[in-house]
């Protein structure tokens, strides 16, 4: 267990977890509440998370694999990968415009 990390491994990974499943679970809520821009927000952060805990990590361990040899390069790759996708996409929906856009109420989108 101590080669994979230990228990920082358990916590980098399960910060990796909650930083995809709480954006997707309020996404969810809002949506349910009828809340639109909210649930757009969060939507975005939820997308961003998991493309960066799967695209990012990789990204990450093949360029900084010269400086972390050890399981710490591992952690940093795991904590820092979701945070990532989730700040690039948030930032690129607001910088487009994409999360200011409004949108017709759901009621009469839906009929």
């Known amino acids: 267990m101590q080669a994979y990390g230990g228990v920082l491994s358990i916590i980098a990974f ?3 977890w909650a930083g995809v499943v709480v954006p997707a679970t309020l996404g969810y ?3 349910k509440r009828k809340d639109i821009e909210n649930h ?3 939507m975005i952060r ?8 799967f695209f990012f ?4 361990a093949l360029v900084f694999q010269w ?5 710490n390069g591992w952690l940093f790759y795991t904590v820092t990968s979701w945070m990532l996708g989730m700040f690039l996409f948030d930032y690129a929906a607001r ?5 200011l856009a409004k949108t017709p109420e759901l009621d009469t989108a839906i009929s």
Not at 95 to 99: H, Q, T
């Open 40 to 42: 757009r927000t969060w």
């Open 57 to 60: 990590w990789r990204i990450e």
């Open 46 to 53: 939820f997308f961003g998370a998991l493309f960066g805990s």
């Open 67 to 71: 400086m972390f040899s050890s399981a």
């Open 29 to 31: 809520i809002f949506i």
């Open 14 to 16: 399960g910060t990796m």
């Open 95 to 99: 910088k487009s415009g994409f999360s």
